[in-house]
Antibody
Framework: EVQLVQSGAEVKKPGESLKISCKGS????????IGWVRQMPGKGLEWMGI????????RYSPSFQGQVTISADKSISTAYLQWSSLKASDTAMYYC????????????????WGQGTLVTVSS | DIQMTQSPSTLSASVGDRVTITCRAS??????LAWYQQKPGKAPKLLIY???SLESGVPSRFSGSGSGTEFTLTISSLQPDDFATYYC??????????FGPGTKVDIK
């Protein structure tokens, strides 16, 4: 069974750093893209970026480029999303999600989702 | 960047109704369009990928169609479990992924 298990909720102060995680199991971690999606309170879904753990190829949404860093450690089947200096506007639920395989490659859709990590940034 | 719009933004319907949600892209995205259902406090759930392929385990009352710039999600007979918010999502090789703003389906 494919599972993505995310790290627990975080409460941070503005200016602090943070790294949240997403551990994959039940599949070949290096063979599928993992994306990160933000959902601010009461708002819609926003794609932040995506990583291919097999070779660490990483792509970012222009809206999030330079604001966050996405990485992966394939030795422990875990992807990460990190901030160097949090802002109050980073308060949101963050989801990791894995793509699916269609003939010829990726389906370019997110077939499996983590449970979400709630990040609260407040002074 | 490709912009996605969804209509309507809110839809009031009754159990048994046929429901259609439309998603439009600002430029052609071929068939790289997916639909998700999200309930409050839960992660999104994939319903349809590649515009018209039903994800495994999703009831057959859900269907998707379209290509290019206009896509639809249809629920043939709305069930109590279907009251939720629905998002479309596109992919293109230049700007990556974009989600639509969402359509909330509530009880009439």
């Amino acid at each position: 069974e494919v599972q993505l298990v995310q790290s627990g909720a975080e409460v941070k102060k503005p200016g602090e750093s943070l790294k949240i995680s997403c551990k994959g199991s039940g599949y070949s971690f290096t063979s599928y893209w993992i994306g990160w999606v933000r959902q601010m309170p009461g708002k819609g879904l926003e794609w932040m970026g995506i990583i291919y753990p097999g070779d660490s190829d990483t792509r970012y949404s222009p809206s999030f480029q330079g604001q966050v860093t996405i990485s992966a450690d394939k030795s422990i089947s875990t992807a990460y999303l990190q901030w160097s200096s949090l802002k109050a506007s980073d308060t949101a639920m963050y989801y990791c999600a894995r793509d699916g395989y269609c003939s010829g490659g990726s389906c370019y859709s997110f077939h499996y989702w983590g449970q979400g990590t709630l990040v609260t940034v407040s002074s | 960047d490709i912009q996605m719009t969804q209509s309507p933004s809110t839809l009031s319907a009754s159990v048994g109704d046929r429901v259609t949600i439309t998603c439009r892209a600002s430029q052609s995205i071929s068939s790289w369009l997916a639909w998700y259902q999200q309930k409050p406090g839960k992660a999104p759930k994939l319903l349809i990928y590649k515009a018209s392929s039903l994800e495994s385990g999703v009831p057959s009352r859900f269907s998707g169609s379209g290509s290019g710039t206009e896509f639809t999600l249809t629920i043939s007979s709305l069930q109590p479990d279907d009251f939720a918010t629905y998002y479309c999502q596109q992919y293109n090789s230049y700007s990556g992924f974009t989600f639509g703003p969402g359509t909330k389906v509530d009880i009439k």
